[in-house]
Structures are given as C-alpha cells and as structure tokens.
C-alpha cells in the first residue's frame, strides 16, 4: 500500500507542474493534461510494482538463508497476491472516499439531470479495480519470475486501458461493461499465471488434496 501511495504521490506533482506551466484557460488542453496525469499514474504504479517485486526477492532470499531447509516460508505466489490485494485496497479506498464524502450531501444525486446510478456505479468500479490490483499483482509478478516481457506489457496496457474507460463516465454502460470483461479475462489469466489449470478445479470441486 505504502509503495502505490507513493506512486500516486509522484503522479500528482507531475499533473500540478503541468498544470501550473499550462494555459488554466484552455479547457481542451486542461482535459487534456488530465489524461495526461492519469497515463502517468498508471506508469508510475506499474513501476513500483516492479521494484516492490525487486524488494520482495531480496527479502525472498534473505528468509531463504535462515531458514533451517532452505527455503522462504513464503512463495512468489503469495507474495503477488498480497501485494496485488494491497494495491487494489489503497487504490479503492481512494477511489471511493471522495465519493463517500460527496454522499454525506447537501443534495441529491441526480437533481440536474445527472445519473441517479452514480453511487451504485461508483461501487461497482470500486470493486473491479480491486479485484484487477489483485489479478495485475500475480500475472505481473508470474511474468517478472518467467522472464515474460510481452505479458508484463499486458498488465500495463490493460492498466492503461481501464483507466482511460473511466474517462467515459457518466456513460456508464460503455465503461463499466468493458471493464468486466477486462476483468474477467484478467481473472483467467492470473489463475493460469498462478499454476491453475482445469485439472486444479476438478480437485477444488472434488475436494481433492
């Protein structure tokens, strides 16, 4: 959580310079800068993916070193996944708290003619951006311990991707349905990145050791 805030924190200080360099008249281009702001975000939190990944091998092989077999008492795997689940956690509590305080009123969503599913939407975005944090984590570090580049620019251009969705809001039908299906495809991908294979399911249904 530490590392994405970090991240973030990074990613505002270049939106503002740009911001504060820029013609705050010109309305395009302030739009524009946003998208801006938010490719540099998505880059940035990719980045620190990678040297949380850098940090948790170092970490990996120390653990390795006293233990008495040899061994990390933790694997790669669930190291992608709870530091996938960490990113998804602080990235939705900053996604939501904003909302959460818009909640508290005065007024009523929707009385101007904005969407009355404001709220409900917002949830649904919430969770899904958790849930891809969690799915980014394990295929990203899956690719970084396979040596996979290609699937590491996966992860980042569907990052980049369902961030970019977000800027068709309040059109929420062509933003949050792409971003499911997003999400599930990630969803696949990291139970296969993870070792999953149909074998696995028939064991789970089966209750199988």
């Known amino acids: 959580s530490f590392f994405w805030l970090v991240s973030v924190l990074f990613s505002s ?17 302030q739009y524009g800068l946003l998208i801006f702001g938010a490719a540099v975000s998505v880059l940035l939190q990719e980045a620190f993916r990678y040297a949380y990944y850098r940090l948790l091998k170092k970490a990996d092989e120390g653990l390795a070193t006293i233990s008495e077999d040899g061994r990390s008492p933790i ?36 009385v101007h003619g904005d969407s009355q599913y404001y709220f409900l939407t917002s949830a649904f975005l919430t969770m ?18 396979k040596r996979k580049p290609f699937h590491i620019v996966g992860v980042v251009v569907s990052h980049l991707i369902t961030s970019g969705l977000t800027f068709l809001n309040p059109w929420y039908e062509a933003s949050l349905i792409p971003i499911y299906i ?12 993870a070792g999953g294979n149909h074998h696995n399911i028939r064991k789970c249904l089966a209750c199988a050791q």
């Open 13 to 29: 200080l270049v939106w503002f310079i740009s911001v504060q360099v820029s013609n705050r008249d010109d309305a395009v281009l």
């Open 128 to 145: 899904a951006i958790v849930f891809l944090h969690t799915f980014w984590g394990i295929i990203f570090f899956a690719a970084c311990e």
């Open 75 to 110: 694997s790669i795997q669930q190291m992608a996944y709870v530091s996938g689940f960490s990113f998804g956690i602080i990235s939705g509590v900053f996604s939501v708290i904003n909302i959460l305080a818009d909640a508290v009123g005065p007024g009523i969503v929707g």
């Open 182 to 193: 997003i999400t599930l495809g990630m969803g696949v991908w990291a139970f296969v990145a």
